[in-house]
């Protein structure tokens, strides 16, 4: 697979395991721009991972534990970013 080309860019998704922010995720990963995504629990993420397996290779996904009392603010989180996408879904 040939990736496209980057942008030096990355953005940030929140709640990234999940359908639509995963979706998310693989249309601007295709776009070229780096992102860094975050989820509860690493372990939730293995299925995204080796669907985006390419890009995680690359370097241009990133992907972070954020625990429920953490600020998904924090500087470890935003540092360098162009966008950030909060995916909220109430049930």
């Known amino acids: 697979m040939t990736l496209p080309t980057s942008t030096g860019e990355t953005v940030l998704i929140t ?3 999940g359908y639509i922010a995963s979706r ?3 249309a601007f990963l295709n776009e070229g721009y780096h992102v860094r995504g975050t ?3 690493k372990a939730s993420g293995a299925g995204l ?3 985006l397996k390419p890009f995680l290779k690359a370097g241009r996904l990133e992907l972070m534990e954020v625990k429920d009392s953490q600020c998904p603010t924090s500087s470890n989180l935003t540092a360098g970013l162009r966008a950030a996408y909060v995916v909220i ?3």
Do not use: P
């Open 89 to 91: 879904i109430s049930y």
């Open 15 to 17: 709640g990234v395991n």
């Open 49 to 51: 991972l080796e669907v």
């Open 24 to 26: 998310t995720a693989e």
């Open 39 to 41: 989820l509860r629990n």
